[in-house]
């Protein structure tokens, strides 16, 4: 497929905080925003003002609209939905206190980063599940703006898997290296004449969010992918 059939530029980003950050809120919850992340996605929308997007995309749960919609708003251009970039399932795990370095999540990202992309726990999607779902809405979004600039509002895990999927050099291996998927991370990303990707910036949390966080700190555990 030729450059001009891609996007010029696309800002792939994790939605505002939500009004549960310290539990699992998977694709069977679909939560708001908290105050905070109301706050997140007003600074997020500023600061998109002088990017010269030419259309915002989002899943379509609450928590990715209420944090893209400013966005569209603020730069005057079309909010479409994809609902296929919707949060992972992720079963029984859902609504229960968020553990990072032990538990069901910790242990599915050993065996994902040891290769093995097809296990998973009850109910959740693998690796190879969501795969399966998201390069296909990803494509869908990249063919729908040739030449456009686009920012694409998705969910922590999901960011990760597009990412480790779609860029030169990346595989599932990378997933402790990529780093933590906070909210309002920001990706900036431009197509290679291979069908890859390339970041220019790799979840990476704007100044004026981080400046608010700093003004709105509410301390704890936040959920992480």
């Known amino acids: 497929m ?4 891609f996007p010029e530029r696309v800002w792939l980003l994790r939605h505002a905080e ?6 699992f809120n998977g694709a069977e919850s679909d939560v708001g925003l908290s105050e905070l992340g109301v706050r997140q996605s007003a600074a997020v929308a500023g600061w ?24 569209a708003t603020a730069c005057g251009v079309p909010h479409h939905l994809e609902p296929d970039l919707h949060e992972r399932r992720v079963g029984p795990m859902a609504g229960q206190p968020f553990a990072l370095h032990d538990g069901p999540w910790a242990d599915t990202v050993r065996h994902w980063t040891a290769g093995n992309t097809a296990f998973t726990t009850e109910g959740a999607e693998s690796f190879d599940d969501l795969a ?14 040739p030449g456009g ?5 998705a969910h922590g895990i999901v960011c990760k ?3 480790l999927s779609l860029l030169d050099g990346w595989d599932v291996s990378g997933w402790q290296r990529l780093g933590r998927s906070a909210n309002v991370a920001v990706s900036e990303l431009v197509p290679l004449a291979n069908g890859r990707w390339k970041a220019e910036a790799l979840l990476s949390v704007p100044e004026p969010v981080l400046e608010v966080e700093e003004s709105h700190r509410t301390g704890g555990v936040r959920s992480e992918a």
Request: hydrophobic residues 55%; aromatic residues 4%; without cysteine.
């Open 132 to 145: 399966g779902r998201l390069l296909p809405a990803w494509e869908r979004v990249v063919a729908a703006h």
């Open 161 to 163: 898997v597009l990412l």
């Open 149 to 153: 600039r686009v920012a694409v509002v």
């Open 2 to 5: 030729p450059a001009s059939a």
């Open 18 to 23: 939500t009004s549960a950050p310290h539990v």
């Open 48 to 71: 998109f003002r002088d990017h010269g997007l030419t259309a915002v995309v989002s899943s379509g749960m609450r928590r990715a609209i209420a944090t893209a919609a400013p966005v």
